[in-house]
């Protein structure tokens, strides 16, 4: 199936019509989640009253600061593997896109922190530390690419990073039970069910759900940027050597 989608002509199609409706959808659901979590929802006193609804922006930039992550360390891995250039093209568009994601769940969960544990920022915390090493990996993949001399070198150093670094991602959703950590256990995804009441989850899942689509819409956008841009670099050096 990802066969029929790493033909570049085929996805310059499906993604003229797709992104521009993720876009809009994006914008309704996280437009109604923020709604009813910063406005509607009743404060948490046992979260720490009003502080708690920066959950409904931090908690789904956290789950898509890591689906990112694994989304470039898979495309990297088809790229390596099969040599699709559009996976490496959807590999390089997500760094940014995932770096953005990471700095936003950094920034939130700070503000979130500081009321609730009395620190910005702990040192010692294991899942903090390994956010923010999954946020300079996302920055050496793309400073490593701009190093590189040529595409095809820019391709493969970038691979092995971001496959390598994937090793960081079941790091950071168990550092909460392996290590010390200020971040109480998982309360959405658990065996048992979601321990949180419905009043929050079904705001927190429908903004998740549109920061997914956005997330999504802005990776399509960034890959026909680049298919169109080295399609004019080959029409280019075609003209320089007069072929």
């Known amino acids: 199936m990802f066969s029929w989608f790493a ?3 085929r996805f310059l199609t499906l993604s003229s019509w797709l992104a521009p409706v993720f876009y809009g959808i994006a914008v309704l659901l996280i437009g109604w989640g923020l709604w009813q979590g910063l406005w509607i ?3 948490d006193e046992y979260q720490g009253g009003d502080i708690m609804r920066v959950m409904f922006i931090h908690v789904p930039a956290a789950w ?11 495309m990297s891995f ?7 250039e559009v996976a490496d093209i959807a590999a390089k568009a997500i760094a940014p896109l995932g770096a953005t994601w990471t700095a936003l769940c950094l920034a939130t969960g700070a503000i979130w922190g500081k ?5 910005w920022w ?5 899942r903090m530390m390994s956010v923010l090493f999954m946020f300079f990996l996302f920055l050496g993949y793309m400073a490593l690419r701009a190093a590189m001399d040529t595409r ?25 039970d392996l290590f010390t950590s200020l971040h109480q256990e998982a309360s959405v995804i658990t065996p048992e069910g979601p321990k949180m009441a419905a009043v929050y989850l079904w705001p927190l899942l429908i903004s998740s759900l549109g920061h997914s689509l956005l997330f999504a819409a802005l990776v399509m956008t960034l890959m026909r940027a680049e298919i169109w841009t080295r399609r004019a670099a080959q029409i280019r050096a075609r003209l320089m ?3």
Do not use: E
């Open 152 to 176: 095809q070198k820019a391709a493969r150093a970038g691979a092995i990073l971001a496959m390598v670094g994937a090793l960081n991602v079941p790091l950071i959703k168990f550092s909460v």
């Open 78 to 84: 088809v790229w390596f593997i099969w040599r699709h």
């Open 115 to 119: 009321p609730t544990w009395g620190t």
């Open 64 to 74: 898509l600061a890591m689906a990112s992550y694994l989304g470039m360390a898979v």
């Open 7 to 9: 033909n570049p002509h």
């Open 41 to 43: 929802v009743p404060k």
């Open 241 to 243: 050597t007069g072929d």
């Open 122 to 126: 702990q040192w010692d915390d294991a």
